[in-house]
């Protein structure tokens, strides 16, 4: 067994290697950026490296400062992780010219599966489905628009190095192909050091399935069942879960066996994932589609390793090692029901939009990556699990991956799995950026979600208009105002107190109303007793002036409860919702109407950048006319480029910035007449 393996990844992932290789008595080396000095990752492992600036262009995707760091700390093997290097071909064989282990598949493998084209072709020839599509060389975007009528609309057109829903973009018309085409290519490069693009046809309503493969040097392959990552956004898996809620026994057999052959035609060992796109009903495991085989660890893993019970990594660095599986088929188990909810730093309340800043809070529900303090931690307390690689005050930047945390909880069914889910999104403290823990607390809690039916198109079907919180029902609303009541009356009896230690006389109102979301509640209280609108509410909860953070009971259900002081009373954040609350003594109720609204300014004549990026291209100049909907710019954000569109016809009056500037959130790009 190695002695010592270097990372060469970051965030994360990296504490994740970092924390089963500390399990096996392994000791490890982290290398990072600038801008990673910081992170908990470094601390974590025994020794770090730094390997350069921020961009990972010049750090991280450099695989001659990799090789350096491991002849300068002895590492006698690489995990790559994913992303970055880890299916570069020409680092897994840099690495074996230096006699240096790659904790990963074969090269060859990597070849004939890493790049989609040739393994779409191999798949062909072994007899798999897979979706029809243009397998070649794609010249120009007049090229690419002559392969896509030929195939026809709708169609998706992806890198052909790309992975984790970058370089995708999806085409329902030659325009879109026309607007779409050359950014695939510049993100493919970008981010992969590929440019090469296919084009292929867009199932419709699909179901994305993928299955987990291991596999050892002594020509050992299993299937450790599916996961499901349908729920998708921009072609990026929000929530993933093991098992599907589709896949029968009989399709799961099926799907498995056929992923192993494919597996072992090309040699495979180490961990990788072979992704379907299923159609239709039919469970029978023939009406599925080969996608893509990952040759690396998936962000996903660990809903899988909760029901398998097996720890991925370890398997991983053993298999690296020469070592045989130690388990068949037979031995591998699907117990309970496990989701991931990916926590990103982006604004579901302003379309997505890409977040950083620095964390100014960051609690999560439990701490770190094993809760158990076992080294095969896959469940934690009360079956909950938090991936991550960040800190409180740390910095979320414009360089890497917008992902923050993995949540991660087990149930004995999906429900109660699910319903832990809502429970820590609830419990989640995460403050200085936008995120997106509300929006998969409603997703939680979505009808649909609970009974399965799920597509890759769910995001898109369900939030047309985007995100607005998730629908409290009438009863939750009720038990937010006691609960701001309650808030309300702590405060007043703390100031009555200090009132009195000043001799000051104050006398505390009980009586509030609370207006929230648009009605108005009358609460009262009187000792311990509790009412809404005159009827009494079972409410059970401390709270002291100064907490941030409740945990109510009600009856028989738990709430939890966050807090956050506004100008006219608090906002209370729970179950996929932030709900403004503005609290009066009751007696000064009336004194409400004669408050003025103010009104916010119309800025829909300027195109503000609406997140930290670079302009990557500029499609107008001054004194030219735009139509409603028109592509004005183009912002590059955490490696995905972003279409800023004109709001409203009109002509544009000023240019306020020019392609290459780094522009920050809410800069003028231009203005309009």
Not at 114 to 120: A, F, L, P, R, V
Not at 586 to 614: N, Q, V
Request: hydrophobic content about 45%; overall charge negative; glycine content about 10%.
């Amino acid at each position: 067994m190695f002695k010592k393996i270097l990372i060469a990844n970051r965030g994360e992932i990296a504490c994740r290697v970092i924390q089963t290789a500390r399990a096996m008595g392994i000791a490890t080396v982290a290398v990072y950026s600038d801008a990673d000095a910081g992170a908990p990752f470094v601390a974590m492992a025994d020794e770090a490296v730094h390997i350069g600036p921020s961009p990972a262009a010049q750090s991280y995707l450099i695989a001659e400062k990799i090789i350096a760091a491991c002849k300068e700390t002895g590492a006698e093997a690489v995990h790559p992780g994913y992303g970055f290097l880890s299916e570069r071909t020409s680092f897994a064989e840099a690495l074996a010219a230096e006699g240096i282990a790659f904790v990963g598949p074969p090269v060859g493998a990597i070849a004939a599966m890493g790049d989609k084209i040739e393994s779409k072709k191999l798949a062909r020839a072994a007899g798999v489905n897979v979706v029809p599509g243009f397998v070649g060389e794609i010249e120009d975007t007049e090229h690419a628009v002559r392969i896509s009528a030929e195939i026809g609309y709708p169609v998706m057109m992806k890198a052909s190095a790309g992975g984790g829903g970058k370089g995708m973009r999806l085409a329902y018309t030659e325009q879109d192909v026309r607007e779409g085409f050359e950014a695939v290519k510049r993100e493919g490069l970008n981010s992969f050091g590929d440019d090469r693009v296919f084009i292929e046809k867009f199932i419709l309503n699909p179901r994305h399935i993928e299955i987990q493969i291991l596999g050892d040097q002594h020509g050992n392959i299993l299937y450790l069942n599916e996961r499901e990552c349908s729920i998708q956004r921009r072609h990026q898996k929000v929530v993933e879960e093991a098992p599907s809620p589709f896949v029968s026994p009989a399709m799961r057999k099926a799907m498995g066996e056929q992923c192993v052959a494919l597996a072992r035609a090309v040699g495979y060992y180490s961990a990788g994932t072979v992704e379907l796109i299923v159609s239709g009903a039919d469970r029978t495991g023939e009406s599925f589609y080969f996608l893509e085989m990952n040759t690396r660890l998936q962000v996903e893993h660990p809903v899988t390793e909760a029901i398998t019970r097996i720890d991925l990594v370890e398997q991983m660095i053993r298999v690296a090692a020469g070592e045989k599986l130690s388990f068949s088929q037979e031995d591998v188990i699907i117990d309970g029901w496990a989701i991931e909810n990916r926590i990103y730093a982006e604004d579901p309340y302003r379309g997505f939009l890409p977040s950083t800043g620095r964390l100014t809070r960051y609690r999560p529900p439990v701490p770190g990556w094993t809760q158990d303090g076992s080294a095969n931690g896959r469940r934690g307390v009360e079956g909950v699990r938090v991936d991550d690689g960040v800190k409180e005050g740390g910095e979320v930047s414009i360089f890497y991956d917008p992902m923050i945390a993995k949540l991660v909880t087990w149930g004995q069914t999906r429900d109660e799995a699910a319903d832990r889910q809502i429970a820590a999104l609830d419990a989640f403290e995460l403050e200085g950026l936008g995120h997106n823990i509300d929006f998969v607390s409603a997703i939680m809690q979505h009808s649909r979600f609970r009974s399965g039916e799920l597509t890759t198109g769910f995001i898109a079907e369900e939030y047309p208009d985007g995100f607005h919180g998730a629908p409290a029902s009438a009863d939750l609303l009720r038990h937010l105002a006691a609960i701001a009541g309650f808030v309300a009356t702590a405060r007043a009896d703390r100031a009555m107190q200090i009132s009195g230690q000043l001799d000051g006389q104050l006398s505390p109102d009980f009586d509030w109303q609370v207006t929230l979301d648009g009605q108005v509640f009358a609460v009262s209280l009187d000792g311990d007793d509790i009412s809404v609108d005159g009827e009494p509410v079972d409410l059970a909860m401390a709270y002291t002036p100064g907490d941030r953070m409740i945990h109510a009971e009600i009856g028989e259900q738990a709430l939890t409860v966050k807090l956050s002081p506004t100008r006219k009373g608090l906002t209370l954040t729970t179950r996929g919702a932030s709900h403004k609350a503005a609290i009066l003594p009751a007696r000064l109720a009336p004194l409400a109407t004669h408050m003025i609204e103010k009104i916010p300014p119309d800025l829909s004549k300027f195109l503000i950048c609406p997140m930290p990026g670079l302009l990557v291209s500029l499609h107008v100049g001054e004194g030219d006319t735009v139509e409603a909907g028109q592509p004005l710019a183009v912002v590059e954000a955490m490696k995905m480029e972003n279409i800023l569109r004109a709001e409203k016809t009109g002509v544009v009056a000023k240019v306020n910035a020019a392609v290459g500037d780094s522009l920050a959130v809410d800069a003028v790009i231009l203005e309009m007449e």
